[in-house]
């Protein structure tokens, strides 16, 4: 069974650190990897996405690595700033019409 | 382009009633999902649409739910008869391409609260 598990499911860091989080998945076969930021209130939008060549991308204070041996994706935050609080999700596309989302991790930066 | 737009944006309804919610997505992207989240399930796919013909139903939770799309500028979401475990929020999304390196485009949501 295709699953994409996401840790942690939370996560409070104060303002100006830095943060890492995981996204363990089984799908196969493995097409591409996404993460998405979605706000309170709002509908996710896309920071990166990942095909199985590629091991690191990167958007502004977001890197996104890839370890498809592993089957493993990190989404690191450099500098947070308030704006940052957010869910985060973690998508995996196993190919045409295949999608499978992560529950996604709650991140609230403190002032 | 005003993106993927979605009405209403906040539903409240008693048991038992008709729920349709309505979407628009951006012109010229060939593919059309809905989605529900939870905090319990996260993100769902319901059905997608390609070129307003669904492909893929399998996330319908049951017959209470359908959709259509009867053309490309306009998607209806409805549940009838409704239940309090329906609310959530129902998130539509367009896209040129689906499973590939084209990102998907999501609405702003209706939430729907069923009491």
């Known amino acids: 069974k295709n699953q994409v598990e996401q840790s942690p499911q939370s996560l409070i860091i104060l303002e100006g650190k830095n943060c890492t989080l995981q996204?363990?998945?089984?799908?196969?076969?493995?097409?591409?990897l996404r993460w998405y930021k979605q706000d309170t209130g709002r509908g996710p939008v896309s920071l990166t996405i990942?095909?199985?060549?590629?091991n690191t991308k990167s958007n502004g204070r977001y890197t996104a690595t890839l370890d498809a041996d592993t089957k493993q994706s990190s989404l690191h935050i450099t500098a947070s700033q308030l704006s940052d609080s957010a869910s985060y999700i973690c998508?995996?596309?196993?190919?045409?019409?295949?999608?499978?989302f992560g529950k996604g991790t709650m991140l609230l930066v403190s002032p | 382009d005003a993106g993927v737009i979605q009405s209403p944006r906040h539903e409240v309804t008693e048991m038992g009633q008709e729920v349709t919610l309505r979407c628009k997505p951006i012109?010229?992207?060939?593919?059309l999902f809905w989605y529900r989240q939870t905090m319990m399930r996260g993100l769902e796919l319901l059905i997608y649409?390609?070129?307003?013909?669904?492909?893929?139903d399998s996330g319908m939770p049951e017959d209470r739910f359908s959709a259509k799309m009867p053309n490309a500028s306009f998607s209806t979401l409805k549940i009838q008869p409704s239940e309090p475990r329906d609310s959530a929020v129902y998130f539509c999304?367009?896209?040129?391409?689906?499973?590939?390196?084209?990102?998907?485009?999501f609405g702003p949501g209706t939430r729907l609260t069923v009491t």
């Open positions: 999304a367009s896209s040129p391409l689906v499973g590939g390196a084209d990102e998907q485009y």
């Open positions: 996204c363990n998945y089984t799908v196969s076969p493995f097409s591409n």
């Open positions: 990942m095909t199985f060549s590629e």
């Open positions: 998508v995996v596309s196993g190919g045409y019409s295949t999608l499978t």
């Open positions: 012109s010229g992207h060939d593919y």
């Open positions: 649409f390609n070129n307003n013909v669904p492909i893929d």
